[in-house]
T-cell receptor, first 114, second 115 residues
Framework: EAQVTQNPRYLITVTGKKLTVTCSQN?????MSWYRQDPGLGLRQIYY???????DKGDVPEGYKVSRKEKRNFPLILESPSPNQTSLYFC?????????????FGPGTRLTVL | AQSVSQHNHHVILSEAASLELGCNYS??????LFWYVQYPGQHLQLLLK??????LVKGIKGFEAEFIKSKFSFNLRKPSVQWSDTAEYFC?????????????FGQGTTLQVKP
């Protein structure tokens, strides 16, 4: 089944403890992206990747890192999480970034930083 | 600045009522438009999309949307809602030039359908 998977689905952590949220897609998509969803703000892009080893900042990159060593994986790294990073995170992928390629979203990771 | 605005944050309807969710965007160029739905506890799914041609687009589950270029609007409609339509709905735009692939989302509208 074609899908985007994320792990973990739920995570409660404490300020400053490094964490990684994994994202994997099995559709051979070139483009991958991370969004965070906050009430009243919709989804905002954190980072995106056009292809392997090509990543760039979205609208809200502060406090996050990403890497794209393999085409299928695009982990989101929080080196020193803070409470303002408590949010619902979605990974998305599409064949290419151009408009007519539908973006497929993962199931989401609900992160709480205490 | 590029932005998407959804007029209604929370809508409550009875089953069989008609639905219209407003969406306006601000973008200095040609756009492609999308409506996504997020059922409780699930990921976002594409309802419908507009790229070009007929401004009235039909999507899954009986939803449709109309692109009115002069009003920068892309409102979502459904003639008769069902309890299973209870979800959060997001309007999104993507520019067609200098494409970073970024979707710009509205704030979302929570639809609650009462049986």
């Amino acid at each position: 089944e074609a899908q985007v998977t994320q792990n973990p689905r739920y995570l409660i952590t404490v300020t400053g403890k490094k964490l990684t949220v994994t994202c994997s897609q099995n559709m051979n998509h070139e483009y991958m992206s991370w969004y965070r969803q906050d009430p009243g703000l919709g989804l905002r892009q954190i980072y995106y990747s056009m292809n392997v080893e090509v990543t760039d900042k979205g609208d809200v990159p502060e406090g996050y890192k990403v890497s794209r060593k393999e085409k299928r994986n695009f982990p989101l790294i929080l080196e020193s999480p803070s409470p303002n990073q408590t949010s619902l995170y979605f990974c998305a992928s599409s064949m290419t970034p151009i408009s007519y390629n539908e973006q497929f979203f993962g199931p989401g990771t609900r992160l709480t930083v205490l | 600045a590029q932005s998407v605005s959804q007029h209604n944050h929370h809508v409550i309807l009875s089953e069989a009522a008609s639905l219209e969710l407003g969406c306006n965007y601000s973008y200095g160029g040609t756009v492609n438009l999308f409506w996504y739905v997020q059922y409780p506890g699930q990921h976002l799914q594409l309802l419908l999309k507009y790229f070009s041609g007929d401004p009235l687009v039909k999507g899954i589950k009986g939803f449709e949307a109309e692109f009115i270029k002069s009003k920068f609007s892309f409102n979502l409609r459904k003639p008769s809602v069902q309890w299973s339509d209870t979800a959060e709905y997001f309007c999104a735009v993507k520019g067609t030039s200098g494409n970073t692939g970024k979707l710009i989302f509205g704030q979302g509208t929570t639809l609650q359908v009462k049986p």
